[in-house]
């Protein structure tokens, strides 16, 4: 059983176009992060998120985090080529001494 | 502030060598974990290091060892290699508290 779950898998869009990844979850999460991961390389950390129902913003990317904290996600506007890449989402699962859990990450490949 | 190091990038074994990966976390964190990342299974949790002890363990065989050292640059190792363990072996650098994860570029493991 996936932990965490992330929608969709994959998504192709138009460049100019926006979107939505979500990141779902049966638990209740202290904190989010989003990273975002290009071939062959590790994932890049974009965002943490704390509070339930914080917004938080990186130019065209919004970042949410459930009131519950048991879900986020991302929404990016104005999609750019320079989007594209794998974005995962991770959380450390609340009062649970563990190991930071990831998604299996949404694949975005954004069309020139 | 320098960034999370792994060596080598790039590795091709045969099947039932073994090989060591290195990683060198970021200048004053103490916490080193690292993952498996194949297409099919997304990125797996290996084991996480904390001042040289292991403090969490993932799902996978003994073949998969790992260390760290006072310097808190840790190894992992991986035995009798098979083809399946081929995959990008990551390694991430947790602050304290260790809410976010910090990666290397990672090492791409080919086994022939």
């Known amino acids: 059983t996936q932990l965490l779950e992330q929608s969709p898998q994959f998504l192709s869009i138009q460049e100019g176009e926006n979107l939505t990844v979500y990141c779902n979850s049966s638990?209740?999460?202290?904190?989010l992060q989003w990273y975002r991961q290009e071939p062959g390389e590790g994932p890049v950390l974009l965002v943490t998120?704390?509070?339930?129902?914080e917004v938080k913003k990186l130019k065209r990317l919004t970042f949410q985090f459930g009131d519950a904290r048991k879900d986020s996600s991302l929404h990016i506007t104005a999609a750019q080529p320079g989007d594209t890449g794998l974005y995962l989402c991770?959380?450390?699962?609340?009062?649970?001494?563990?190991?930071?859990?990831f998604g299996k990450g949404t694949r975005l490949h954004i069309l020139p | 502030k320098a960034g999370v190091t792994q060596t080598p990038r790039y590795l091709i074994k045969t099947r039932g060598q073994q090989v060591t990966l290195s990683c060198s976390p970021i200048?004053?964190?103490?916490?080193v974990s690292w993952y498996q990342q194949t297409p099919g299974q997304g990125l797996q949790f290996l084991f996480e290091?904390?001042?040289?002890?292991?403090?969490n363990k993932g799902n996978f065989p003994g073949r998969f060892s790992g260390r760290q050292f006072s310097n808190s640059r840790s190894e992992m190792n991986v035995s009798t290699l098979e083809l399946g363990d081929s995959a990008l072996y990551l390694c991430?650098?947790?602050?304290?508290?260790?809410?976010?994860?910090?990666f290397g570029q990672g090492t791409r493991l080919t086994v022939v």
């Open positions: 991770a959380g450390l699962r609340m009062n649970r001494d563990d190991k930071i859990i």
């Open positions: 638990s209740v999460f202290s904190s």
């Open positions: 998120v704390v509070t339930g129902g």
């Open positions: 200048s004053g964190h103490r916490s």
């Open positions: 290091y904390f001042s040289e002890t292991q403090r």
């Open positions: 991430a650098s947790l602050g304290d508290p260790s809410t976010e994860a910090f």
